[in-house]
C-alpha cells in the first residue's frame, strides 16, 4: 500500500470517508429499460437511494432501469448495497458482488473499517488475501503511531512512502495542534510549503492565512493571530 498526498489532521483519519448517501459508483453496463424523462429519473434515483441504504442488495431486483447516458441504475443498486452493508460491519468477502473495478475500492472500505473498530492486529490474519493482510498489517501501524503521536512508530513500515506518509502526517498534527516543529522534518513538498506559510502568516498581521491550504492549519494559523 503506497501512500501518495494526503492529509491525515484533526484526529486518527485512517477511513476511506464516505457521504452521507455512501459511495455512489455509476456503471453503464447491461440491458434495461431507458428512462426518458426528468421526472422519472427522479424518481427512479430516489429509489435506488432507498434500496441501496438497506445494504441488502437482493432488494434491487426490482430495478431495471438505465438513463440517456447509459447509467445502468440495477448496478448502482446493487454495488452501493454491498458498500453499504460493508460500510455497516459487513463481511468484506461480499465485496466480490460489486463490478471489478470497484471491488479494490469496497475492500478497503472493509479494511479500514476493521482497523477502525479493532485494537489487535491479530484480526488481520482473517482475511483470506495476502494483498489485503498486508495492508490491513500497515493501517494498525499508521493507527497506532498516530495514536501514540510517535514519528518512531512509523519505522516499523518497510514501503518508504507508507513511512514517509506517516512521518508527515503526525508533525502536521502536531503543528496543527500548536507544537514547534521544523519545517525541515516534512518529506512532501506540500507539507513544507503549508508549513511554512503558516508560520509566517501566524506571526505576522501583515501575511494572511488563506496561504496555507490545509483548512485545520489554516484555523490555526488564524487562532493564533
Known amino acids: 500500500m503506497n501512500f501518495s498526498k494526503k492529509k491525515i489532521i484533526g484526529g486518527l483519519i485512517i477511513l476511506v470517508l464516505l457521504a452521507a448517501g455512501g459511495y455512489w459508483y455509476w456503471m453503464s ?8 424523462s426528468q421526472k422519472e429519473l427522479e424518481t427512479i434515483s430516489s429509489k435506488v437511494f432507498e434500496l441501496a441504504r438497506s445494504g441488502d442488495s437482493s432488494r434491487c431486483k426490482e430495478i ?21 452493508a ?8 461480499l465485496c466480490s458482488g460489486v463490478a471489478e473495478n ?12 476493521l482497523v477502525e473498530n479493532k485494537q489487535d492486529e491479530s484480526v488481520c490474519t482473517t482475511l483470506q488475501s495476502a494483498e489485503d493482510i498486508s495492508n490491513c498489517k500497515i493501517l494498525f501501524i499508521l493507527k497506532n503511531a498516530l495514536v501514540a503521536q510517535n514519528p518512531q512508530k512509523c519505522s516499523s ?7 514517509k506518509y506517516c512521518t508527515d502526517s503526525i508533525w502536521f498534527k502536531k503543528l496543527a495542534a500548536g507544537e514547534k ?28 492565512c488563506s496561504l496555507v491550504q490545509d483548512i485545520s492549519l489554516q484555523i490555526s494559523c488564524m487562532n493564533a493571530k
Not at 460493508?86 to 468477502?93: C, E, L, R, S
Open 102 to 113: 470497484f471491488q479494490k475500492e469496497c475492500r478497503q472500505i472493509g479494511i479500514n473499517l
Open 157 to 163: 513500515l518497510t514501503d518508504e512512502n507508507s513511512r
Open 64 to 84: 431495471n432501469y438505465t438513463s440517456p447516458d447509459g447509467v445502468n441504475y440495477h448496478e448502482v443498486c446493487v454495488n452501493n448495497a454491498i458498500l453499504e
Open 181 to 208: 516543529v521544523s519545517c525541515l522534518v516534512f518529506a512532501d513538498g506540500s507539507y513544507k510549503k503549508d508549513c511554512d506559510n503558516f508560520q509566517k502568516a501566524a506571526s505576522s498581521n501583515k501575511i494572511s
Open 86 to 93: 460493508v460500510k455497516n460491519g459487513g463481511d468484506i468477502n
Open 29 to 36: 453496463t447491461g440491458p434495461a429499460r431507458e428512462v426518458n
